[in-house]
């Protein structure tokens, strides 16, 4: 006879799956709700930086005070659109990148001796253990135009004049590639060494070449890891802001940056934040669309 | 289901298959001293073999004695490091899996799990770039070959055990190779569909005429299968004969104990008496006798006197006293398999035997009982003298 469970455990477990439900409620829904709030908010010169101003007396006046006037300024003014665009199309170039750059690392790691693949992952994890910031403006000093980059390459005698890559697109794209690295390849990894070798044989075997057996065979298995990989660096590229800002010229248009000068420069809280919902909108309707898809055609064949 | 054998005469015409016992046969498969070692260890060691085109071939050894080794140099996924492959005399040295008229059915399947059954069968032919039109055809023969027809749009993971390996098999067979690899083909089936699909095979490769080479670690299943038979031990090739000659005329004790049960009587020879070989045995009294003329033995050699359990016959009366190849011992165990019923019979010596006995009526009376006394007796042909 197992003994009755008692009240506190029985509690307990019935808490333990709430856990992640009141994480996301706390850490996620209501600070959601709140910019979402503010974003249907006007700027006013006070503390906070906004009205209406939420009070129990008046709580008509208060949804009263609440419009869409921000929204309509967005659709109004052409730099936003042209900044989301603008972003979308970094993010997504970047993620084309990461991608190549990516899979053969991934590949590379999960063909290694099984002593070593262990060792390669703690690698592609270890610029972590750097602050951010730091390695990034390092890359500063190897992107100005008297920068290590452009000094090696004059000592090598490939270019008699230095290049200017830094405050340019493409010193944003090396940025992002470089940072974005890891979360390109641990996906990519996990798949790539979840596959079957013997599959690849079985290709050869039925007269396949190892570059169609690459293509008809590997890539669409490692179809996971390729979307996990590519969502986990497109979705925080467009919003980026830091890399854009030290390593982008003036002209680099990017949502993120733009978000950033309303909420600072401009102190226009209830715009920063309709740009912040709006940019959700543009990241989570082509994710939640994908997911569907996705979900209905692994029924199919479970 | 497994359709039924044709007729009487595909027996027949199989029995006078013998293409390697023909000098003038030209072997289709050739292999010439090879030798393959992954560093230090030897896993194939200079191993000449030849199989004949229509052979149903099978690769009988334990685990790590070389066998997939050897298939897989056939196929192209391993290299010799000495010796030559050749196939219809054609040297495979440098050639790449993909150009080989030579197909694999994996242990795993190894099917493409993204793929549905149709397009898993269909993907070799793809690789051929035959016309759409034919390729459906093909892959439709091979559905119906299969009896997979009314599954072809499902995927693997959709499918059981049994309905894998089938597809496995279509996939391996729809390009029509000279050569199918089949590497432990029943190995993850049940025992039931083990014996009902080795029978599917063999008359799927009649009808296609294929060779077929089996890569197998379970006698029974070679036996039941195979033209003939290569008993493989530490990289090397012990023994290749037909099924019959392997069981009744091992070369090794190795091969005797491998495949199939036998008791092994270890022994010296007293000589030569019309044609027959005396033994003297420390299992039995008198020497016993044997009738084995293949033999060449000296007086006084240490032999090995291997017969099979069911060619021995237990009874409780003694026998006349002009009777030969008489053992003496007593019941130690009783096994009642329904078909056979097995005894262990523990002799004065301390050697215990394995004697069985077909159930052929449904009732005995007295029957042999535990710890009672019999007598075990032998033909002199029954028994194979092995020499140490």
């Known amino acids: 006879m197992t003994p009755r469970p008692s009240f506190s455990k029985k509690l307990a477990e019935s808490l333990v799956p709430a856990v992640p439900y009141l994480w996301l409620g706390l850490f996620f829904l209501v600070p959601f709700l709140i910019v979402f709030k503010i974003s249907l908010s006007d700027p006013a010169v006070a503390q906070p930086p906004y009205k209406p101003t939420f009070e129990w007396g008046d709580i008509v006046g208060f949804f009263q005070g609440l419009d869409l006037e921000n929204f309509e300024l967005l659709t109004s003014d052409d730099l936003y659109f042209s900044a989301t665009l603008s972003s979308v199309r970094i993010a997504g170039i970047s993620t084309v990148l990461l991608l190549l750059v990516g899979f053969p690392i991934a590949y590379a790691m999960a063909r290694a001796p099984v002593r070593y693949r262990s060792l390669l992952v703690a690698l592609i994890i270890l610029p972590f253990w750097t602050s951010f910031l730091i390695r990034i403006y390092a890359w500063i000093a190897i992107l100005k135009p008297e920068g290590l980059l452009n000094q090696a390459l004059i000592g090598l005698g490939v270019i008699g004049e230095p290049l200017t890559i830094l405050n340019t697109e493409a010193a944003v794209f090396i940025g992002i590639v470089y940072a974005y690295l890891p979360f390109m390849v641990l996906p990519l990894y996990a798949t790539l060494e979840k596959m079957d070798d013997t599959l690849l044989e079985a290709a050869l075997d039925l007269g396949s070449t190892p570059w169609r057996a690459f293509w008809t065979i590997t890539v669409p298995l490692a179809m996971p890891g390729i979307i996990a990989g590519s969502l986990l660096c497109f979705i925080p590229a467009v919003g980026e802001f830091v890399i854009p800002d030290l390593l982008g010229g003036s002209e680099t248009l990017m949502i993120g940056r733009q978000l950033w000068s309303e909420f600072f420069s401009n102190r226009d809280w209830p715009l920063a934040s309709a740009v912040a919902i709006l940019l959700l909108i543009v990241l989570v309707v082509p994710i939640v669309i994908y997911r569907d898809v996705e979900s209905r055609r692994v029924e199919t064949r479970a | ?388």
């Open chain 2, 1 to 388: 289901m497994p359709p039924p054998r044709q007729s009487a005469s595909v027996g027949a015409v199989r029995r006078s298959f013998a293409p390697w016992s023909d000098p003038e046969a030209k072997p289709l498969i050739r292999f010439d001293n090879v030798t393959k070692r992954f560093g230090d260890a030897v896993a194939v060691d200079h191993l000449s073999l030849n199989i004949f085109e229509g052979e149903f071939f099978c690769l009988l050894g334990p685990s790590g004695c070389g066998k997939t080794t050897l298939m897989r140099m056939l196929a192209g996924f391993e290299h010799p490091s000495e010796g030559r492959i050749t196939l219809a005399d054609r040297d495979l040295a440098g050639v790449p899996p993909y150009r080989r008229p030579v197909n694999m059915m994996f242990q795993s399947y190894a099917l493409f799990p993204h793929m549905s059954v149709e397009r898993n069968i269909a993907f070799g032919l793809k690789q051929d770039g035959l016309p759409k039109a034919e390729i459906a055809a093909r892959v439709d023969e091979m559905l119906r070959l299969v009896q997979l027809e009314r599954l072809a749009k499902r995927y693997p993971s959709q499918l059981s055990g049994g309905q894998r390996q089938r597809v496995a098999l279509a996939r391996a067979l729809a390009k029509k190779p000279k050569v199918l690899l089949l590497d432990e083909p029943l190995g993850a089936l049940d025992k039931k569909l083990r014996e009902e699909t080795q029978f599917e095979l063999m008359d799927i490769q009649h009808d296609l005429g294929m060779t077929f080479v089996v890569v197998t670690h379970d006698q029974e299943e070679a036996m039941t299968m195979a033209d003939r038979i290569a008993v493989m031990d530490h990289g090397r090739i012990v023994q290749v004969a037909t099924p019959g000659e392997i069981y009744e005329q091992p070369k090794t004790r190795f091969i005797a104990e491998f495949v199939g049960d036998v008791n092994i009587l270890e022994g010296n020879v007293l000589g030569q008496e019309n044609g027959l070989w005396r033994v003297q045995t420390p299992s039995a009294e008198a020497p016993l006798t044997i009738d084995d003329p293949d033999e060449v033995l000296h007086s006084d050699q240490a032999v090995a006197i291997a017969v099979r359990p069911e060619k021995m016959v237990i009874r409780r009366d003694p026998p006349g006293p002009d009777a030969i190849n008489v053992l003496t011992g007593e019941v130690w165990d009783i096994g009642y398999l329904g078909d056979w019923t097995v005894y262990r019979v523990k002799l004065a010596s301390g050697a215990i035997l394995r004697v069985t006995r077909a159930n052929r009526s449904r009732y005995v009376e007295h029957p042999i009982d535990w710890d009672e006394q019999v007598y075990v007796t032998f033909a002199p042909d029954a028994a194979v003298i092995l020499a140490e």
